[in-house]
Structures are given as C-alpha cells and as structure tokens.
C-alpha cells in the first residue's frame, strides 16, 4: 500500500509541474506575439538579520529577440540582444558583457518573462481561479536561489506572472511584483532607449571573451 501511494505521489508531482512547464510555455508564447513590452515592477529586497524590506521601483523594456532594457532606481542594464552594457547614474564606467556571459547573473526578463529559460516547475497549487502559486527550481546545478516562488495572475485570458521571489546563499529574500504591463506591435514607440549610447564621462570596461572585443557592439 506505501508503495502505491508513494507511486501516486510521484505521479500527482509529474502532472502539476507538466501543467506548469505548460503554462510558462504559454507566457513565452504571448511575449513573442508583440514586438515590446513594458513592465512596471517593485523589487523588494528583506533582510534576513532585522526583516527590514528595502523597496525599489523599477522598469523592463523587453522585445522577443533578446532586445531589453532596465531602470531600477539609477541602476541600468541595457542589452540589443547579443551584447549588454550595465552602468549606474553618476558612475564612471559602463561595463559591456554578453547577456548570460556570467551563470549567477539572472537578466530581468528572465524573472519576470521568460522564466523557462533559468527554471523548471516542481509544484503548482491554484490559489483561487484567477491565481496560480508554483514553486520553481534552477536548470543548472547553481546553489544561489533557494524557495523560488512564482504567482501567475489571469489578466484578459492570459496567464502572467505577477510576483517571483527566491532567497539567496546569505538568505536575503528578493521579492519582484509586476505593477502593470503594456505592449506594443513593435518596438518603434520605445526604439530610441533601446539603443545604447555611451554616458558622457564614463569609461567603457570591455568584459566580452577574447576575440568577441572586435566585433561592433
């Protein structure tokens, strides 16, 4: 008998996270159907000592073909897909990467996005019939987040995600609530932030692989 209802278990765990798997599918699907998106999100980051949360607004411009760009409180990622360039306001130097150069740096559209691409489903639990609650792990074998945790919200018939959250190796829980979303055909009304220009003043720091450093970024 223990067997059999472990054999079920086993079966129960398998179905829910097929229908999860299926449901991130659907979310890359209704990205790529538009040519930009915009998502205006909260970043909420909880100590582990004192609890205090720390709250910063901030915005993902994202296009399917790897195009994005990120302002989160005068920090900014800006990627045209094959090269990505991260700098601060008032800082002295933009650093140039490819986008997945390093395998502990999650890109933004990855958490909010395109989650198929860093995680797969272990569990779902619906949570109302407008709420889904799944619970996430890495693809690869990277021990920096723990208890990730995914909520997808039903918004026109679709499927989104509206709140990820995971904690890391210092146990420090980040929390990402998406506060609206828009899109558009293509990228036109937002083309003009999506290609880089140097900060005046700064240093460009070149951190691509030899080789990659003479190909136009």
């Known amino acids: ?120 489903v272990t569990a779902l639990k619906a949570e109302g019939p407008r709420r889904k609650r799944l619970q996430l792990a890495p693809n690869s074998n990277s021990e920096y987040m723990r208890e990730i945790v995914l909520v997808l919200a039903q918004e026109g018939g679709q499927w989104w995600p509206a709140d990820m959250a995971f904690s890391d190796f210092s146990d420090t829980r980040y929390r990402f609530l998406v506060k609206s979303r828009r899109s558009w055909p293509d990228r036109s009304p937002r083309k003009g932030e999506l290609t880089f220009r140097q900060p005046a003043g700064m240093e460009l720091i070149d951190l691509r692989a030899p080789g990659a450093a003479h190909a136009t970024p």
């Open 1 to 120: 008998m223990t067997r059999h209802l472990l054999i079920l278990l086993l079966w129960i765990l398998s179905a829910q996270a097929g229908e999860g798997d299926r449901l991130l599918s659907l979310v890359r699907k209704q990205f790529e159907a538009r040519g930009l998106w915009e998502i205006q999100f909260t970043q909420e980051l909880i100590s582990p000592m004192d609890h205090d949360t720390n709250r910063s607004a901030g915005r993902l411009l994202a296009c399917p073909g790897g195009a994005f760009r990120v302002d989160l409180e005068g920090m900014h990622l800006l990627s045209d897909g094959k090269n990505l360039w991260r700098w601060e306001t008032g800082g002295s130097q933009v650093l140039l990467e490819r986008p997945g150069q390093s395998p502990d740096v999650l890109l933004p559209h990855q958490l909010l996005i395109l989650l198929e691409e860093r995680f797969r």
